[in-house]
């Protein structure tokens, strides 16, 4: 069984920093690419960013020059960094990863950007 889970998330002031985690363990191979998405209240859940198994990155235009991924393919970990916060940046942050076997996803972990 796959278990992947977030953490770093927590409450910082507008132009702050985080960096979120994320760890995938049990029997999980072959990951393709991981992703990082946010869910803020009332919306729904957007595409942060992705990056491949050879280090490719793709972000959405609203963090792009604030946000960076990585990955740790050893510690089949990979990480979002996240610069520059904004009040609107708030939201619930997910990661999956895309294998051939399917896609896993993490439950969450908040980040609250305050003003």
């Known amino acids: 069984q796959v278990q992947v889970v977030e953490s770093g998330g927590g409450l910082v002031q507008a132009g702050g920093s985080l960096r979120l985690s994320c760890a995938a363990s049990?029997?999980?191979?072959?990951?393709?690419?991981m992703g990082w998405y946010r869910q803020a209240p009332g919306k729904q859940r957007e595409l942060v960013g992705t990056?491949?198994?050879?280090?490719?990155?793709n972000y959405n235009d609203s963090v792009k020059g604030r946000f960076t991924i990585s990955r740790d393919n050893s510690k089949n970990a990979v990480y979002l960094q996240m610069n520059s916060l904004k009040p609107e940046d708030t939201a619930v942050y997910y990661c999956n990863y895309y294998t051939l076997l399917g896609v896993y996803w993490g439950r969450g972990t908040q980040v609250t950007v305050s003003s």
């Open positions: 990056i491949t198994s050879d280090g490719s990155t």
């Open positions: 049990g029997n999980i191979f072959s990951v393709n690419h």
